[in-house]
């Protein structure tokens, strides 16, 4: 090892002895071959580092290879409703109870592990809006290895639009919540993390464009191979915040999803249960909405798990007419143009102003199309 490496450098290789993804080697890789000096005496050295960037980048195309593959090995369920929810938890934890009190559905419920094994959809309705929840057979610790059903329970997380964790199979739910955090993980399912601030649109042509390079170190030079590295050759790329390459790789690469999730407390009845649920809520409260189920009312517990998806209702009506009694469903932070995109798209496109009952300072407020709107607002579209 020659002696003369700089500081930076050394910085570097410390990181990459503790980088835990591939798609962090990689970038460390590459960043130590720029800091290296080059002369004589760091030859070899830059030449192992080319060696081991072309195997940790092979590793990388096989991996991604291996989970194109294991696509196969997933659940689908078809969408319906405003939101699809997956209820994940172990085998035996209540799943199927919680299901059949929240929707119409009758699934078996018995005492013995594994008593589900295709996935269940069943609509929940919670003030006039339908969300559809899928009870997904039991996770356990090392499914993500293959372990009880593999990767098929934890596949559905990954199409769905938010979460519910059950708990209730064991009598230490926070080791429970621990498990199944990790399990997603290891799938590369984040959740209540923040996705970094970037926006990749596939096209079929017109080359990789991208805006907000110098958020990326290495710039738009290296945005492009990143994405060239994955077979991507024509997007349109949005950067808003800085962003790691490693980061980057892993949207890029689809190899990391970011969900919505609560816990559902399905069990009240295990031993010394206040003083659990009270390091439940110590240890995961300030992440994750908790819904403890029989404490309070289903319809309690059906909005509580509505709030946590984020979305609003929105109610139309027309000039001089009554509001609509099923409202709309739209994402939280929409605006008065969503709103009309959502009735028809040319009424958005006519669109003038919209008076709005509820959110505003006053009832009946003539309002600009970028008005933000909130849930319950009745909102009246001139064009
Ligand atoms: N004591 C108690 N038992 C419950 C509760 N909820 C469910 N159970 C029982 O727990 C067992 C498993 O319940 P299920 O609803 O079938 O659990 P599951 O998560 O769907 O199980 P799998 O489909 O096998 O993954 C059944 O015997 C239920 O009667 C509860 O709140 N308290
Ligand atoms: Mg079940």
Redesign the pocket.
Known sequence: MPANLPPEYLKVEEQYARAKTLEERIELTRELIRLAPKHKGTEKLLKMLKQRLAKLQRELKEKEKKRAGKSTQAFAIKKEGAAQVVFL????????????KLTAAK???????????EPVPAMMEIDGVQIQLV?A??VVEGSSEGRGLGLKPLSLARTADAIGL?L??TDDPVEELNVLLRELERVGIKVNKKPPAVKIEERSSGGIEVVGAHLVSGGEEHVREILQDHGVFNAHVVIWEPVSPAQLRELVGKSVAFKKAFVLV????IPDIERKLSALLERFGKDFEIIM??EEDLEEVKRKIFKSLDLIRVFTKPPDGEPSDRPLVLKKHSTILDVAKAVHKDLARNLKYARVWGSTKFPGQQVSKSYEVRDGDIVELHA
């Open positions: 938890g172990f085998p035996n934890s209540g799943k199927s109870t919680l299901l059949s699934p078996e419920i018995a005492d013995y592990p594994f008593t589900t094994l009870e057979p039991g059950v209730g199979a399905a069990r009240k009845d189920v029989g």
